[in-house]
């Protein structure tokens, strides 16, 4: 029981990443915060938690001026974990200015935000955790996803910079890097107009299941990892394009 009675806060927490992650941290003894859009998905992932004590606190990313309320009603928060987020598939020519910045707002706005919030109540114990999900897109930009690769881009330089500024405030960052996970993660997408896509993408019907990301999050986050890469065999994209840049380029690149 690494966590026995940490107060954990989950955004996305009722479905996919979010939810597999809250009910590995519950296992752990941990003390959850639930929060999405969906009270009712809440309450069902609430119900299939270990243990008791859990909370569920409805919050919507795209309204900042919430945040500093919902972070009062958290309380004193051991981890946080940004889960929630919305993914894209759409070429850049066909994808509205409107539909970018509803990307933008949700995935770096709204995790930005929340971190804000919370961040003086870790600063003022001298302790902390946050977990930003971001993708293996945050570092190898792919067709149909451009502004999600940039939001998720916009993660790693915001929480590196965060990491470097609070390290001696005995606050930690761990970036988790997901590849391919089987959720709805495509099905949820936005479309150039931001309707969603509806479809599953053919990588995700037989990718890792989104406990085996959750056992591993949990686990890079026991040891204070700096940062997680988990997934398939997409995740080799990440050195590959460290090291072999141009070789990335034509692989990725659509015919």
């Given at each position: 029981m690494r966590f026995q009675d940490k107060v954990v806060w989950v955004t996305g927490a009722s479905s996919g990443i979010g939810e597999a992650v809250a009910k590995a941290f519950s296992r752990e003894g941990a003390k959850l915060i639930l929060s999405s859009r969906n009270q009712s998905e809440?309450?069902?992932?609430?119900?299939?938690?270990?243990?008791?004590?859990?909370r569920v606190l409805p919050l919507d990313l795209t309204r900042p001026e919430t945040f500093a309320d919902a972070a009062k009603q958290a309380g004193n928060v051991d981890i946080l974990v940004h889960a929630g987020g919305v993914s894209q598939r759409s070429l850049v020519k066909d994808t509205t200015l409107q539909t970018d910045r509803a990307i933008m707002e949700l995935n770096f706005?709204?995790?930005?935000g929340l971190t804000k919030a919370v961040l003086p109540s870790m600063l003022g114990r001298k302790s902390g955790h946050v977990v930003p999900i971001s993708s293996v897109v945050g570092y190898v930009g792919t067709p149909l996803r451009s502004t999600y690769a940039a939001s998720k881009h916009a993660l790693h330089g915001f929480f590196d910079s965060l990491r470097a500024e609070?390290?001696?405030?005995?606050?930690?960052?761990?970036?988790?890097?997901p590849g391919y996970i089987r959720t709805n993660v495509s099905r949820n997408a936005l479309t150039g107009d931001g309707s969603a896509f509806g479809q599953m993408d053919r990588t995700h019907e037989r990718a890792m299941l989104p406990e085996e990301c959750a056992r591993r999050i949990v686990n890079a986050v026991a040891k204070r990892k700096q940062e997680l890469v988990v997934g398939g065999l997409e995740t080799w994209?990440?050195?590959?394009?460290?090291?072999?840049?141009?070789l990335v380029s034509r692989i990725v690149r659509m015919k």
């Open positions: 809440l309450e069902r992932v609430r119900g299939n938690c270990a243990g008791d004590g859990h706005f709204g995790t930005v609070v390290g001696k405030d005995g606050i930690t960052v761990t970036i988790v890097c994209a990440v050195p590959l394009k460290r090291f072999f840049p141009r």
